[in-house]
């Protein structure tokens, strides 16, 4: 089945030691995302890749890189974790842009937690 | 500043029962909508979506209603049935000038409970 994986499902990271998180997808879209999710908080867009058009939020924190070597892969790099980025990551992906082709589909995500 | 808002965060329904599940917006550009359902350890899985140019759209037992003077729209299930039982999330989009649209605005989600 076609699909978006996360791995690793749960990652325990050390307060500065930088992490990386991955994800590859089957669906052969054009478009991947990273969501940081808080308990309770909606899913907050962190950056997305266009092919290789990199996209990243106003409000994301340096801290926060991406890398999409080819279309099936995207990972997401924290260089130094702080507490306050425990959290839930996911990726999604979608077709293309466009009304009706955003439909994003998602990875089952990876808990971090910061010790 | 939340752009998409849920207010309920937890809903409980019979079995068999109407779940409505409601969803407010506050930017008037959003012009297409969709409803997620996620269960616990899983990522968000799509449900069913709106466009602007509708008030309704209908997909087995789940229909969504748009009322855009109210910038409301809410999801219908119905029956309810025990498997229904998972977070929604209401999310919003809008098209970019030249660029299309992609980007997602979330709500919080609201739990429902279906009780057999």
């Known amino acids: 089945d076609a699909m978006v994986i996360q791995n690793p499902r749960y990652q325990v990271t050390q307060f500065g030691k930088p992490v990386t998180l991955s994800c590859s997808q089957t669906?052969?879209?054009?478009?991947m995302y990273w969501y940081q999710q808080k308990s309770s908080q909606a899913p907050k867009l962190l950056f997305h890749y266009y092919d290789k058009d990199f996209n990243n939020e106003a409000d994301t924190p340096d801290n926060f890189q991406s890398r999409r070597p080819n279309t099936s892969f995207c990972f997401l790099d924290i260089r130094s974790p702080g507490l306050g980025d425990a959290a839930m990551y996911l990726c999604a992906t979608s077709r293309d842009k466009g009304i009706g082709k955003n439909i994003q589909y998602f990875g089952a995500g990876t808990r971090l937690s910061v010790l | 500043d939340q752009q998409v808002k849920q207010n309920s965060p937890s809903l409980s329904v019979q079995e068999g029962r109407i779940s409505i599940l409601n969803c407010d917006y506050t930017n008037s550009m959003f012009d297409y909508f969709l409803w997620y359902k996620k269960y616990p350890a899983e990522g968000p899985t799509f449900l069913i979506s709106i466009s602007s140019i509708k008030d309704k759209n209908e997909d087995g037992r789940f229909t969504v209603f748009l009322n855009k003077s109210a910038k409301h729209l809410s999801l219908h299930i119905v029956p309810s049935q025990p498997g229904d039982s998972a977070v929604y999330f209401c999310?919003?989009?809008?098209?970019?000038?030249?660029?299309?649209?992609?980007?997602?605005?979330f709500g919080k989600g609201t739990k429902l409970s279906v009780i057999p």
């Open positions: 999310a919003a989009s809008y098209a970019y000038s030249g660029a299309g649209s992609y980007q997602l605005t």
């Open positions: 669906l052969n879209h054009n478009v």
